[in-house]
C-alpha cells in the first residue's frame, strides 16, 4: 500500500521541467512572507485608530490597484517577457511593503495600498504566463497544481507567523513582507538568467486571434470565471460568518475547517490533476464548479463541526478539479504572441470577482439570509457548469473541423 503511494506520488512529480520547479521555489519564499494584507484592517483600525469604514475603503483601493495590475502585468508579459515583469512585481511590492511602515497619514497609505494592489496582482499573469512558457500542453495542468501548491504551502505559513509578529510589532509584518517578495525577485534573477522555453508556437490548433477582446469564446469563459470568483470570495466573505453565527464556531475552529482546503490541496491535487489531465479541461472544470458550488447549499443540512469539515472537502475537491484545469484551458488558448494578455485578462477576472463578490454576498446575506445565499450559490454553480460544458463543446467542434 505504502509502495503503491509512494509510485503515485512520484509518477504525478515526475517530467515536469527543472524550471518549473525553480518558479515554485520562488512563489514559495514570496508567499511565506504574504502576510500584511491579512492583518491590514486590524493595523488600521486598532493601530493606527481608522475608522472601519477607512479600513474598508482602503483595502477597496487596494482591490482596484489589484485589477489594474492584473490587466498591465499581462501586456508587460507580451512586451518585455513574463521573467521581468515577475523581478519588477516583487521588487516594487518589496519595496512599497517597507515603505507603509513609516506612513501614518490618510492620503499616503491610500496611494501606497493602492500602488502595492497594483505592483503585486502584475505578479499573478506573470507566474501563469512563465508557466505556460515553461510547459508543454501535455504537462501544464501539473504545472499549474506544482505552482499552486507552492503558494498554499506558503500561505499556511505567512499569516501564521504574522500573527505571532504581530503580538510585538506590528511594523515587522512590513519588513518581513517586503523582505521576502525581494528575495523571491532574487531568486528570478538567479535561476533565471537563460530561459530555456517551450514554444507554443509549434502547437496544433493554435489560435490566431491578435488580440483576446476578439476572440468570443475567451470572453464567454472570462465571463464564467468572475461568476466563479464571485462564488470562491464568499470564503473570505459570508462563509466564515454563517460557521460564525450559525454553527457557534469558534475563530479557532473556523480556521480549522479552512485548513482542510490547504491540506486537500497539499497532499491531493498533484496526483489528482496528473490522473484527470487525460479528460478535456473543460468537463473537468465544469465538473469541479458544480462540487465547489454544491457545497455551500450543503451547510444548512447540518450544524457541527465534522459536518462543517465534510463540506469543506466536498469544496476542495471542486477546487481541486476547476483551478488547475482552468488555468490549463487558458494557457491552451492563447496564441503565442499573446499569452501574457491572455494570463493578465485571467487574472483579471478574479479580481473583479474579489471587488464585487463580497458586496453582492454579504447584500444578499443581510437581506434575505445566509440559506437564501448559499441556495443562489448553488444556482450560479449549476449555470457555470453548462457554461463550461458548452465551451468544451465549442472547443471540440473546431478541432473536428481542423482536422478535417
Not at 474598508?56 to 521581468?84: E, F, P, Q, T, V
Not at 535561476?191 to 469564446?217: C, N, T
Not at 462543517?308 to 490549463?328: D, F, I, N, Q, S
Request: charged letters at 10%; a positive charge; proline letters at 5%.
Amino acid at each position: 500500500m505504502l509502495k503503491a503511494l509512494i509510485r503515485i506520488y512520484r509518477e504525478a512529480y515526475r517530467g515536469l521541467p527543472r524550471t518549473a520547479w525553480m518558479l515554485a521555489v520562488a512563489a514559495f519564499v514570496n508567499s511565506s512572507g504574504t502576510m500584511v494584507i491579512f492583518f491590514l484592517s486590524l493595523y488600521l483600525t486598532q493601530k493606527l485608530h481608522f475608522s472601519t469604514a477607512f479600513a474598508g475603503g482602503a483595502l477597496s483601493l487596494y482591490g482596484l490597484g489589484g485589477i489594474a495590475g492584473a490587466y498591465l502585468g499581462g501586456w508587460l508579459c507580451d512586451k518585455i517577457g513574463a521573467n521581468r515583469v515577475q523581478g519588477m512585481s516583487l521588487l516594487l511590492t518589496g519595496g512599497l511593503c517597507v515603505s507603509l511602515s513609516f506612513f501614518q497619514s490618510r492620503p499616503a497609505i491610500l496611494i501606497l495600498l493602492a500602488a502595492i494592489g497594483l505592483a503585486s496582482q502584475a505578479l499573478y499573469p506573470a507566474n501563469s504566463t512563465a508557466m505556460t512558457l515553461i510547459c508543454p500542453p501535455e504537462l501544464r495542468p501539473r504545472g499549474f497544481a506544482l505552482q499552486r501548491l507552492a503558494n498554499n504551502l506558503g500561505v499556511t505559513i505567512g499569516p501564521v507567523l504574522g500573527g505571532y509578529l504581530a503580538l510585538h510589532n506590528y511594523h515587522y509584518l512590513f519588513w518581513v513582507d517586503g523582505l521576502t517578495s525581494i528575495a523571491a525577485a532574487g531568486l528570478i534573477a538567479l535561476f533565471f538568467r537563460r530561459k530555456p522555453i517551450y514554444a507554443p508556437a509549434q502547437e496544433k490548433l493554435q489560435q490566431q486571434q491578435d488580440s483576446p477582446w476578439r476572440d468570443p469564446l475567451f470572453l464567454f469563459v472570462l465571463l464564467l470565471t468572475i461568476s466563479l470568483g464571485v462564488i470562491f470570495v464568499q470564503l473570505l466573505s459570508t462563509y466564515p460568518l454563517y460557521l460564525r453565527r450559525t454553527y457557534g464556531l469558534a475563530e479557532n475552529r473556523i480556521g480549522s475547517v479552512l485548513a482542510v482546503n490547504t491540506l486537500m490541496i497539499v497532499f491531493l491535487e498533484m496526483p489528482l490533476v496528473h490522473w484527470l489531465s487525460r479528460f478535456a479541461p473543460g468537463r473537468v472544470v465544469a465538473w469541479g464548479a458544480l462540487f465547489f458550488g454544491a457545497s455551500f447549499p450543503l451547510l444548512p443540512l447540518g450544524q457541527s463541526f465534522g459536518f462543517a469539515a465534510l463540506c469543506m472537502g466536498v469544496l476542495t475537491v471542486g477546487e481541486m478539479l476547476t483551478l488547475p484545469m482552468l488555468a490549463t484551458l487558458i494557457s491552451n488558448r492563447a496564441p503565442a504572441s499573446r499569452v501574457g494578455r491572455y494570463q493578465g485578462m485571467f487574472s483579471l477576472a478574479f479580481t473583479i470577482a474579489f471587488v464585487i463578490g463580497p458586496l453582492l454576498g454579504t447584500w444578499v446575506y443581510g437581506s434575505w439570509s445566509g440559506e437564501a445565499l448559499w441556495v443562489a450559490v448553488g444556482l450560479l454553480a449549476v449555470l457555470i457548469w453548462l457554461g463550461f460544458h458548452a465551451v468544451q463543446t465549442a472547443l471540440n467542434k473546431r478541432k473536428t473541423a481542423v482536422k478535417k
